[in-house]
């Protein structure tokens, strides 16, 4: 039993059943044996591979949708050019890198910042930033960031925010916790707390008994303080992720540790524990501070963005191997088996702003 499972095992024990979104942030944020504040968890050796980490290809195109989205802002000098959930910082390095042969000038015009919570992260960014040539800002919060016109960036970030579940039994849905065994072990209870019908996707009703719906407030609150700050200083955001572009039912939370699927109360923060977003929740808390929201997948966007044409570029003089690598590559971000169809791509700015965006919105 890990340590932090001990732990949840005795807060259960005093005060009674957590809710999954309880559990999750406990997992992993705890202080001293949370997920993120204690693990190396990304790439081959770590638990996932991010998109970054698979291609320089994604921060490429990543980045050139920022310049063509600061330029369809009417290029506001003093900007921030920022990424939230920055992993070990390799989408900002390629990101950087990028804009400063596209343009020096305009890098050399923005503040560059990471929002980022984990000490200990904060330390693997600088690592992987201190030959960037740029000064860059750490922030807790999008909240502290400079007043400024804010082109935003955050790839696998919603994801990983806690989300609460709730398990239907007879006509009424409950939200679902963990509480304990007769033996001591972790498990899911259904918790007193209902939900109201208003919040249930459509066809809930007709849902069997024991469906479970997700419901991730902490994610909306995340997307409206960025909303907030684009409809009030100008600027626009670009947000990856697995999940699905419409609302319903089902158990997306999962944990993954190793590159495998485990339970997800096996290993309380020593596994990466996610479920999938829901975008239309986040385009609807977009649009509620008057900004565009546009959607597709990630295949989609990363191929209307000259995916196969940097590919091709990068092919051109590779020899076999590296050029198998690049085709590999361009299946895995954008195959439709692979993360193409899986995840998806939110675009927001303020109404009127002319984002470079596939035409599926």
């Known amino acids: 039993m890990t340590a932090l499972k001990t732990c949840i095992a005795s807060l259960i024990a005093a005060s009674g059943p957590i809710s999954v979104a309880e559990y999750m942030a406990l997992c992993l944020f705890d202080p ?81 910042a990471l929002v980022e919570t984990s000490p200990r992260l904060r330390e693997v960014q600088k690592r992987t930033l201190a030959d960037s040539g740029i000064r860059i800002e750490w922030h807790d919060t999008v909240s502290t960031l400079r007043d400024a016109p804010l082109f935003i960036v955050g790839n696998e970030l919603f994801d990983a925010i806690p989300t609460r579940q709730f398990v239907k039994i007879g006509a009424a849905w409950h939200e679902r916790a963990i509480g304990l065994t007769e033996p001591g072990e972790l498990a899911f209870v259904a918790g007193p707390a209902t939900i109201e019908a208003a919040f249930l996707p459509p066809g809930s009703k007709d849902a069997p008994e024991g469906s479970i719906f997700e419901l991730a407030p902490a994610r909306t609150a995340t997307m409206e303080a960025i909303a907030e700050r684009i409809a009030a200083s100008g600027g626009a955001g670009l947000f990856l992720d697995y999940g699905h572009l419409s609302p319903g039912i089902g158990d997306t939370l999962q944990a993954l540790r190793r590159h495998r699927y485990e339970d997800v109360l096996a290993t309380p923060g020593e596994a990466d524990l996610t479920s999938h977003v829901d975008f239309a929740a986040l385009a609807s808390a977009a649009r509620a501070h008057g900004l565009d929201t546009h959607l597709a997948t990630q295949g989609e966007f990363l191929l209307a963005m000259g995916l196969l044409e940097r590919a091709g570029k990068l092919s051109a003089n590779a020899d076999d191997a590296a050029r198998e690598k690049i085709h590999s590559e361009v299946e895995r971000l954008a195959g439709p088996g692979a993360m193409g169809t899986l995840f998806k791509v939110i675009a927001i700015a303020p109404r009127g702003t002319r984002l470079p965006f596939p035409a599926v919105s």
């Open 32 to 112: 001293a044996d949370g997920y993120y504040t204690t693990r190396e968890p990304f790439g081959t050796e770590g638990d996932f591979t991010t998109a970054p980490e698979i291609s320089q290809m994604f921060g490429e195109l990543v980045a050139i949708w920022l310049y063509a989205a600061w330029q369809a802002s009417g290029r506001p000098a003093g900007a921030t050019l920022a990424e939230i959930g920055p992993g070990r910082g390799t989408l900002m390095k390629d990101v950087l890198r990028v804009l400063t042969r596209l343009d020096a000038a305009f890098v050399a015009s923005v503040s560059a």
